[in-house]
């Protein structure tokens, strides 16, 4: 049998940043599967080896806090992605109002973002897009980390259509200073946009504009200090700003813990390299502290 007669085509689920998304029928397991179709635009002949063997290792990431990429295949000038189906994410979560989200409620879905972070980490492989709408919830309400690997596939979504605006208000300080060489850090720092935002019930850091998202992150946490971050110089589009001082954690979240406040600190340190780790993240002490993380079936989702 074919493999492009293995899906049966549903509806159209919606337009990404690589192309649409549908719904499809596995007529293999009978599961429910998302297919996503990706442009491949100027590459016209086709996927190249060194994308084909990235997809081989996306497929070989499996862990419960990450989408399955079940299959890949190439039609008519287009890649398919065949992921796991799922309800509803974490935007759809954080934006309805109906929803009460408690302190154990936040703590589990920023605990399972940091597990499926982590565990992608330990592979080497980066996330670079991680948004609340690329956290997807399962009926069972655990939550996934979707699109691992794809920014560097297909290139940063931002350069490529400009429908794509929310990625900035997540990206790091040292992508915004024009770092070539990044590393796990960029991602901890968009969990931790994350983070403020489960708390806030709305995003943190909204700029309009690369520059005006480096001066929402000063406004917050004031002008980096070199002593804070010796390497920022270095950094292509560095520039000496003015110095602006930074706000007490505790006045920006008033209704926070104090070790979740600690560790949203800790995930936003300047220096990626002082930066704290998805998997130190998980071993921080507000993970032990009361209240427990709520059981992921018994998460608040949307109807
Ligand atoms: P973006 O690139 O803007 O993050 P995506 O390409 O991930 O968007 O997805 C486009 C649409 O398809 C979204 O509305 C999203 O909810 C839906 N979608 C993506 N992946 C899945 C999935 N695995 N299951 C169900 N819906 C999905």
Redesign the pocket.
């Known amino acids: 049998e074919a493999v492009v007669d293995r899906y049966e085509k549903r509806e159209v689920?919606?337009?990404?940043?690589?192309g649409v998304?549908f719904k499809a029928i596995d007529r293999k397991t009978g599961q429910t599967v998302?297919i996503?179709k990706i442009r491949l635009g100027k590459q016209k002949e086709g996927v190249n080896f060194t994308a084909l063997r990235e997809i081989k290792l996306l497929k070989e990431l499996k862990d419960p806090n990450i989408?399955e990429l079940i299959d890949a295949y190439p039609n008519k000038g287009n890649l398919h992605l065949v992921?796991?189906?799922?309800e509803t994410?974490l935007e759809a979560v954080i934006r309805d109002r109906n929803i009460f989200l408690s302190p154990a409620d936040i703590k589990s879905y920023i605990q399972m973002t940091l597990k499926g972070l982590a565990f992608c980490h330990r592979k080497w492989v980066l996330h670079r897009d991680m948004k609340p709408?690329?956290l997807?919830i399962g009926p069972n309400g655990q939550l996934k980390l979707?699109?691992f690997g794809l920014a560097r596939l297909f290139g940063s979504?931002d350069r490529r259509f400009t429908h794509?605006v929310f990625a900035r208000w997540y990206r790091a300080p040292e992508l915004l200073f024009g770092a070539k060489q990044y590393g796990p850090g960029v991602d901890v720092w968009a969990a931790a946009c994350i983070f403020a935002e489960l708390l806030l019930r709305r995003p943190f850091l909204q700029g309009n504009s690369d520059i005006d998202q480096l001066g929402k992150i000063f406004a917050a946490f004031g002008t980096p200090k070199s002593l804070q971050w010796p390497d920022m110089v270095y950094l292509p589009d560095y520039v000496e700003y003015q110095h602006v001082p930074g706000q007490p954690l505790r006045t920006l979240f008033p209704m926070a813990s104090d070790d979740c406040l600690d560790l949203l600190s800790k995930m936003f340190t300047y220096d990626p390299k002082s930066r704290i780790s998805a998997q130190q993240a998980l071993e921080h002490r507000y993970f032990t502290s009361i209240p427990p993380p709520t059981e992921p079936a018994s998460l608040p989702r949307p109807p």
Request: glycine fraction near 10%; proline fraction near 5%.
């Open positions: 689920l919606g337009e990404g940043t690589y998304v998302a996503k989408i992921f796991e189906f799922m994410d709408n690329n997807l979707a699109d979504p794509q």
